[in-house]
């Protein structure tokens, strides 16, 4: 048993050296996009590039990216734990990284056509709204969503060691 424990220690100390659990480029992006799908403005920040963040403050892009709504905060937090993330290539050429990924999502244009194209609920009803809430949460969490595959292609830089997403945002002229 001490022999297994130390082995398991070895392994542990020594895993960061062969690479594993370091912060890899495609590993960040998924952060990243985890971070934004689920409405975490604020850790969604924090994977941006110095060069972003010369061009947008954090407390601009939490007011940007922050949904206000607690059902639509509800509802974004269901279909991102539905996301899945599929890294189809990672290239890196020194201190950049391109990432092709695709994420599958819930197909939200199919997603409503199912709940309310059909729903036509009573016109006594006191609270639709609740009601058709209440209709696409179910809907979501039931398990047999339509699904959508999208692709995408992410540039990173190494910033003294991490990487960091490089959305290459420009100033706005206002």
Sequence with gaps: MRKLTTIILILLISSPF?????????????????SLYSNNPKETYSYLSK??????????????????????????????????YKINETVINCNYA????????????????????????PKNMKNTQNAARNLLKQFLKKGNVPMIKERGTFTLVNEGGFWKVLLNLKKSST
């Design 18 to 34: 062969f690479g594993f659990g370091k912060k890899t480029p495609d590993r960040i992006v998924i952060k990243y996009l985890k």
């Design 51 to 84: 060069a972003d963040k010369n061009i947008i403050s954090k407390n601009e892009f939490i007011k940007q990216n922050s949904l206000e709504d607690p059902f639509i905060q509800d509802i974004a937090k269901t279909v991102s734990s539905l996301r899945k």
């Design 98 to 121: 391109t990432v092709r990924i695709t994420v599958t999502s819930p197909d939200m244009s199919k997603v409503y056509g199912e709940i309310f194209g059909p729903f036509q609920g």
